[in-house]
């Protein structure tokens, strides 16, 4: 009795469709994307804002429930319920992202090939916009397929992957909905509702004013390090870090002993001197009085040095062979504005805003963003983000839905186990 068995091999593009064919329409999708920014000049997709972007949102939805429902046991329709049809879709949405975070973004790469398939812009590229899609439909019609029949058993599931749906969708659809606008604001001045829109450049109103009361920035102390007195670059040795100055520090810099004999934190230079005096007041810097000893010659070099600011020159210690001791700029410790938040609605309000402590003002966000750098601490500048995001909510709800429903799934875990 012949038990040969001839096993007739699946074709390609015959139903039911696997990870071949998975992969081959992402492949497709991509080329897709790609020949769209071609054909858009490289200025990538539109970004839908409120409320077309609301009604996009809807219809996707609504679309994948009654599709689903009434086609369920259409070939293609089981296809992209499945596993190969998921793991495709999140491949091609995590290569996307992968690129969108390796590849500098908003900036002009100097390649028009890069700029022209949209890889320089990739948060609103088409591109983007196509894996994205792809990725919600996938995971929108493997909810509905587990969704039915709705049963205790599928709760955790359902809470993960709508969680996880709202969440990229939000994200997507909101984008366009997010505004970021700068305000410069200078101590003494009156307050202002006119901000810079970062997106568009061109100047937009705020629906309340603000008010710049004070500027306030704490330095750390500045380091230490020797400088190759050409090229102003640190010449540091392998495995040292150069160290904050303090008075009475000595530290081992190459080949060289120093030791910090006085630190003033504020001051001036006096004039024909090289000595400085501690003063507290506008266009004050940093001063050391420093004594450098070789470790193999015992030569000696000692003096003042300082980092400068707009009102004291830089000073600095020769060491001889193009070296000198240098100090380098404080870096800031914190820095924060004193602001009057104005409103006609809810009056006035007097707030702090700290980097990465912003103040929330009817539906918008005050972020401090930066100063003038170069006032240093004595700036009178203050420049700070208002940033409003109304689909953040959604976002958060999204975040909320993929907690519960993994709390959800180890509760059921452990029961059964139990």
């Not at 700290?354 to 963003?369: A, D, F, I, S, T």
Request: charged share 20%.
């Amino acid at each position: 009795m012949n038990k040969n068995k001839t096993i007739q091999k699946k074709k390609l593009w015959q139903h039911p469709w696997r990870y071949k064919e998975s992969f081959l329409v992402v492949m497709e999708l991509a080329l897709l994307g790609l020949i769209f920014e071609v054909l858009t000049g490289g200025k990538g997709a539109p970004q839908l804002q409120w409320p077309v972007n609301a009604i996009v949102g809807v219809l996707i939805i609504s679309s994948v429930g009654i599709i689903y429902y009434k086609y369920r046991k259409n070939p293609v329709i089981k296809w992209l319920a499945s596993v190969p049809a998921a793991i495709s879709a999140i491949s091609f949405f995590a290569i996307v992202s992968l690129l969108l975070g390796f590849i500098p973004q908003d900036v002009d790469s100097g390649s028009r090939f890069v700029n022209m398939l949209g890889l320089s812009h990739m948060k609103n590229s088409w591109l983007m916009m196509v894996s994205g899609l792809y990725f919600l439909i996938a995971l929108g019609f493997v909810t509905m397929r587990r969704s039915l029949p709705l049963n205790r058993k599928n709760i955790g599931f359902l809470l993960n992957h709508a969680g996880l749906w709202i969440t990229i969708a939000a994200g997507y659809l909101g984008a366009g909905d997010l505004e970021k606008k700068n305000l410069r604001l200078v101590e003494g001045n009156e307050a202002t509702n006119i901000a810079m829109n970062m997106r568009t450049g061109t100047m937009d109103e705020l629906p309340f004013s603000v008010q710049l009361l004070d500027f306030n920035i704490e330095d750390y102390n500045p380091k230490i390090a020797i400088v190759n007195a050409s090229s102003g670059t640190l010449v540091e040795e392998e495995g040292n870090t150069i160290q904050i100055i303090e008075e009475g520090l000595k530290t081992n810099l190459l080949d060289w002993e120093v030791e910090i004999l006085e630190f003033m934190p504020d001051a001036f230079a006096l004039i024909g001197k090289d000595e400085y005096v501690a003063k507290d007041s506008m266009g004050s810097a940093p001063a050391a009085l420093v004594r450098a000893t070789h470790s193999g010659s015992g030569t000696v070099h000692e003096g003042w040095i300082s980092c400068g600011s707009f009102g004291v020159m830089f000073a600095s210690l020769e060491l001889g062979n193009n070296t000198i001791l240098a100090m380098t700029t404080p870096e800031p410790q914190k820095y924060s504005s004193d602001l009057v938040i104005k409103d006609n609605e809810l009056g006035d309000t007097e707030v702090r805003v700290e980097v990465n402590k912003p103040y929330k003002h009817k539906g918008w966000k005050l972020y401090q963003l930066s100063y003038d750098e170069r006032m240093g601490k004595w700036s009178q500048l203050s420049v700070m983000e208002a940033v409003r995001d109304p689909w953040l909510p959604l976002v958060y709800t999204g975040i909320f839905m993929l907690l519960a429903g993994a709390a959800y799934i180890f509760w059921t875990g452990n029961k059964t186990k139990g």
